[in-house]
């Protein structure tokens, strides 16, 4: 049976475009797919929402509440939630090995990993993210914890098991055996995802996750490159992220992050790169030319990334790209409040921050994105780049979406009438919106969370 939906809704069809839809009527079908839009003007808008609420399926939205389409993070490290906020005084390589692995090791307690992520899922629904794209652990049993955990809880999610058996760069304390153990886990972690009890519509979808190549043998880049082609999976690894990293496979490869992964067949059409940072227009080609996609995440990128990454360049360059909060790397598990941050990140890399220099010398011109520009990353961005019917209101996309309440008990968001337009309105959501005003949250046209 289908349901509807009525009130003010904000979605961003196109890279930079907002359209603000009126009292929209959405009609969402049984299986959580849109079936049709109708504005005020429509033949039948009346008689459906008559129709809708006699039949007590009609959910109408109040003053100051918005529908928004879900956030998707395009890039979060499920074990990293407890180390969220803290932990971020040392350089990546240094924090990796002090904090992150000693944390990440414990997944081993299932009863630990279970715990965690109940938490964490709960949270990034609570937020309005509704798809999450995961690093998990390099252990099967709490990967899979994970994958549950979204299904349970109802979050559309990709989930990846990490491959890490490079000794040289892995402790003893957090490394595959060796790179046949890798791949015969991996291939085990995409079967018991596919195959997993009430994810016959794969709300949950495997993704083949070498960490990254310094924590990789070749060997196991190599055999997931085989894995990606005989499965389709998606893949997700970090790329070029910061200047130890980049030079780090430069010294072994010879060559770039993006060139290397293409080269073992880890750059595909549903290849998420996290960062990119250090990407040059040479690797811009090649990550374009496959059809793979970029997580920005700003957050993370001051802590551990010695640079930000060139969003404007690769929004210029039409390339696929959306926003991660990197949990833990960046301190925060809100995908809107890394919007602004992507917006801020941008004005700094146009102005510059060293006031001793002359402004001309300062900052790079043209630099800038604007808030819209962010919305589109954090929803149909992220979409595109996963290649998901999702992110924006449209006639067979699924319904993923929030509540947004400008009036919620505790909103940091004011808004005067006859001052404030329809974009003053969104820009101030994307500024100062917190999870206190993420009042309920759908996926699939199922409703996951209420405040
Ligand atoms: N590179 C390899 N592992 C990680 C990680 O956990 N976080 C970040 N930000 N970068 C990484
Ligand atoms: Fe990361």
New binding site residues.
């Given amino acids: 049976m289908s349901q509807y939906f009525l009130g003010n809704a904000y979605h961003a069809p196109k890279q930079g475009e907002i359209e603000f839809l009126r009292k929209t009527l959405i009609e969402v079908d049984g299986q959580g797919n849109i079936q049709s839009l109708m504005d005020e003007n429509h033949a039948n808008y009346q008689s459906s929402i008559d129709t809708a609420e006699q039949e007590g399926t009609l959910t109408i939205l109040q003053a100051g509440q918005y529908l928004l389409p879900g956030l998707i993070d395009l890039h979060i ?1 499920a074990p ?1 939630f407890p180390q969220l906020g803290k932990a971020l005084h040392l350089p ?1 390589e240094d924090w ?1 090995q002090q904090c ?1 692995f000693p944390l990440e090791a414990r997944y081993q307690d299932e009863a630990f990993a279970a715990n965690v992520y109940q938490k964490l899922v709960s949270t990034l629904l609570a937020n309005g993210t509704t798809t999450g794209l995961y ?1 998990a652990t390099l252990h099967l049993e709490a990967s899979t914890i994970l994958a549950k955990t979204c299904l349970e809880l109802g979050q559309r999610a990709f989930v990846g098991k990490l491959n890490m058996d490079n000794k040289a760069e892995c402790p003893e304390f957090y490394c595959e055996e060796n790179a046949e153990v890798s791949l015969e886990t991996t291939i085990e972690f995409i079967n018991r995802v596919k195959t997993m009890l009430g994810n016959d519509h794969q709300l949950v979808q495997p993704v083949i996750t070498p ?2 190549i310094p ?1 990789c043998s070749d060997q196991v880049l190599e055999g997931l490159g085989e894995i990606a082609e005989q499965t389709d999976c998606h893949i997700q690894t ?1 790329c070029s ?1 910061s200047d130890w ?1 980049h030079n780090y496979v430069i010294d072994r490869h010879g060559k770039t992050d993006s060139h290397s992964l293409n080269d073992f067949g880890l750059l595909t059409r549903h290849t998420i790169l ?2 990119s940072n250090f990407i040059s227009e040479d690797d811009c080609d090649v990550i374009q030319e496959k059809g793979a996609g970029i997580a920005h995440c700003p957050l ?1 990128n001051y802590y ?1 990334s010695n640079a930000v990454f060139p969003l404007r360049r690769a929004l210029d360059r039409q390339m696929h790209v959306g926003l991660g909060t ?1 949990i833990s ?1 960046g301190p925060s598990a809100s995908i809107i409040e890394n919007c602004r941050h992507a917006v801020h990140a941008s004005r700094l890399r146009e102005e510059g921050t060293n006031p001793a220099l002359e402004q001309s010398q300062r900052g790079l011109a043209g630099s800038r994105i604007d808030f819209m520009e962010a919305f589109w990353c954090a929803t149909r961005g992220g979409a595109i780049a996963l290649d998901i019917p999702a992110g924006s209101f449209e006639v067979g996309h699924k319904f993923d979406a929030f509540i947004m309440d400008i009036n919620a008990p505790n909103s940091n968001i004011t808004a005067y009438d006859n001052y404030d337009d329809e974009m003053d309105i969104l820009q101030k959501i994307i500024s100062g919106a917190g999870r206190q005003n993420v009042m309920k949250t759908w996926v699939d046209g199922k409703l996951v969370y209420e405040q």
């Fill in positions: 490290h990293q990546l990796l992150t690093f960490r990254f924590s970090h992220e990293e996290a960062h993370s551990f990197d790397g």
